[in-house]
């Protein structure tokens, strides 16, 4: 519980950050000098901004002190970082408790179904099950790791075999980092990247 109320402490004061930030941004692009009522608001804003990082600075300290000493916890941050960590478990509870992998990936929404309607018919799309939270979180991570070797060269095979399909090969990432979670909380010891990711994505016909 109480990594969950960090957690959710941690989220709003970074949307509090970047709606400040946006109305200074907004203030300094007019042009044109500021009314008093103007600047009243713009230090408002200013303040809000500040308070909001320094909580959000706090809900950090108490989130790697809630994981601090917690082996799986610092396992899996070694993968997707401590914040996804913390909320995996809050949300999915003990990795180790899921039967497979494969379970503990489908409790997080990221397991594959058929979908047909107007605009899909008969494509494989995530089943989005679960907490969004979760799943947005997981993708942040797939974007990093997008960014590094070996996951950079199969991010973008896996972009030219789906044609550019660029957001659906992050979710490919996080598809097989799911994988590589409930393992490593299992058995222990450090994910393979180079095994995850070893194999080049093949063509997709369209």
Not at 109 to 132: H, M
Request: aromatic residues 8%.
């Amino acid at each position: 519980m109480a990594i969950r109320v960090a957690w959710r402490t941690t989220r709003r004061r970074r949307q509090s950050c970047g709606a400040g930030a946006e109305a200074i941004g907004r203030g300094r692009s007019v042009g044109v000098r500021l009314q008093p009522w103007s600047r009243r608001l713009l230090r408002w804003y200013a303040r809000r901004a500040l308070r909001s990082k320094r909580q959000l600075q706090r809900a950090r300290r108490e989130l790697t002190r809630l994981g601090r000493g917690h082996p799986l916890l610092e396992a899996q941050a070694q993968v997707v970082g401590l914040p996804t960590a913390c909320v995996l478990w809050a949300y999915l509870g003990d990795p180790r408790g899921y039967e497979s992998a494969g379970a503990y990936r489908k409790a997080m929404g990221l397991n594959l179904k058929e979908r047909s309607s107007g605009r899909y018919q008969g494509q494989l799309k995530i089943s989005k099950r679960g907490v969004a939270v979760v799943r947005r979180l997981l993708f942040f991570a797939a974007l990093r790791w997008s960014q590094r070797e070996p996951v950079r060269r199969w991010y973008r095979s896996k972009k030219k075999a789906e044609r550019g399909g660029g957001k659906s090969a992050v979710v490919a990432i996080m598809r097989k980092l799911a994988l590589g979670l409930q393992p490593l909380a299992v058995r222990g010891g450090v994910v393979d990247v180079r095994r995850l990711f070893g194999k080049q994505p093949a063509a997709v016909s369209k």
